[in-house]
């Protein structure tokens, strides 16, 4: 039997766009929402892209640590920061004892982990359904100004540091990262805030005359 599609958290906010939509990894994404000129254009000026299907992975608890670094997993080395592996996965230290991964489409660490038996006392995995969008543009820091007391700066987000803040009243994670050889933010916040996160951001953007650029302007899906 096929395994059922999953929609992203947002797809019923993407849907008055008309975006092309298709499958990665498992999950219904908004692969593009207008020809590649525009969307270039928009990620230059000020964009959202909704990349909530790439696989996650959490896992808190007080031997959570060593059960990462013993999978071969290079850690942050403090609190609220993040580092990349070499297949470029995302690993974001939210706390002392709590991680969270993250993979590129073609990466397969997050899932592989997910599906690995825990048989050690003092870890736990956690469940994730986040929804996640990918910010850029030159107009980044008004939008955030509008929406977010997180000051872009002052240096809060340089040296693979990351946030937990609150944007447009939703409690989110925030970090800046180069993709592509472009500098954009991460934000990850619970999938069912997702809509109403990306419509609030999206509402902004559009004002200052950007707009939603596809996944597969980021990624090849």
């Known amino acids: 039997m096929q395994d059922a599609v999953l929609m ?38 000020l964009s959202i892209c909704d990349v909530s299907n790439l696989n996650r ?3 808190k608890g007080p031997q959570a640590a060593d059960w990462l670094k013993a ?9 609220n920061s993040w580092t990349s592996q070499e297949n470029g996965s995302l690993v974001m230290r939210l706390g002392n004892t709590e991680f969270l991964l993250e993979d590129k489409p073609e ?3 997050a ?16 469940l994730r359904n986040d929804a996640a969008f990918i910010v850029s ?17 002052n240096g809060s987000l340089e040296d693979n540091r990351l946030v937990m803040t609150v944007i447009a009243g939703v409690s989110a994670t925030l970090l800046k990262q180069t993709l592509n050889g472009q500098s954009v ?9 997702g809509p109403y996160l ?16 596809g996944f597969n302007f980021y990624y090849n899906a």
Not at 15 to 26: C, E, I, Q, Y
Not at 185 to 193: A, E, L, M, S
Not at 198 to 213: D, N, R, T
């Open 8 to 45: 992203s958290p947002v797809a019923f906010a993407h849907a008055l766009k008309k975006p092309v939509s298709g499958d990665v990894n498992g999950m219904q994404t908004a692969l593009s929402f207008a020809d590649a000129d525009v969307e270039a254009t928009r990620s230059k000026t």
């Open 137 to 153: 543009g030159e107009l980044t820091p008004a939008l955030f100004s509008e929406v977010c007391a997180i000051d872009l700066d």
């Open 107 to 109: 990466n397969q660490l």
């Open 111 to 126: 899932k592989t982990l997910s599906d690995t038996a825990v048989e050690q006392s003092g870890v736990h995995k956690v």
């Open 185 to 193: 933010y991460r934000i990850w916040c619970d999938g069912t805030f």
């Open 71 to 79: 999978a071969g997993i290079k850690l942050p080395e403090t609190t």
């Open 198 to 213: 990306w419509k609030a951001l999206l509402g902004i953007i559009e004002e200052q005359g950007g707009g939603p650029v």
């Open 57 to 59: 992975f959490g896992v």
